[in-house]
């Protein structure tokens, strides 16, 4: 069972920086493999995909965060990272690191396996 911890939340003011990070371990195989995501969920509305990773290294992003987040990980360290810049007080919410061992990777929670427990972001005007 892979377990993820998330760090880095917090409070700052509209147009401040967070990163977020997620450190993973019990993988089942090499960590390079797995799917790697963040999702976000704002009080009354669903959870939504922000960005994710694939083990090519290959990014995608919500248009909503396009430009200003950048999703990276470290294989040696098992850890995923989630850069925020220009941060808005639309992307306050519960943040989530999500993995999943698949060749497919998406931005679809109902597609990630693994779950971490969550960490507030709240951005200030």
């Known amino acids: 069972q892979v377990q993820l911890v998330e760090s880095g939340g917090g409070s700052v003011q509209a147009g401040g920086s967070l990163r977020l990070s997620c450190v993973a371990s019990?993988?089942?195989?090499?960590?390079?493999?797995?799917?790697m995501g963040w999702f976000r969920q704002a009080p009354g509305k669903e959870r939504e995909g922000v960005a994710r990773i694939d083990r090519l290294d290959s990014a995608s992003y919500a248009d909503s965060v396009t430009g200003r987040f950048t999703i990276t990980k470290d294989n040696a360290k098992n850890t995923l990272y989630l850069q925020m810049n220009s941060l808005k007080p639309e992307d306050t919410a519960m943040y989530y690191c999500a993995a999943v061992y698949s060749y497919m990777c998406s931005m679809s929670s109902s597609d990630f396996a693994y779950w971490g427990q969550g960490i507030q972001v709240t951005v200030s005007s």
């Open positions: 019990r993988y089942a195989y090499d960590s390079g493999r797995y799917c």
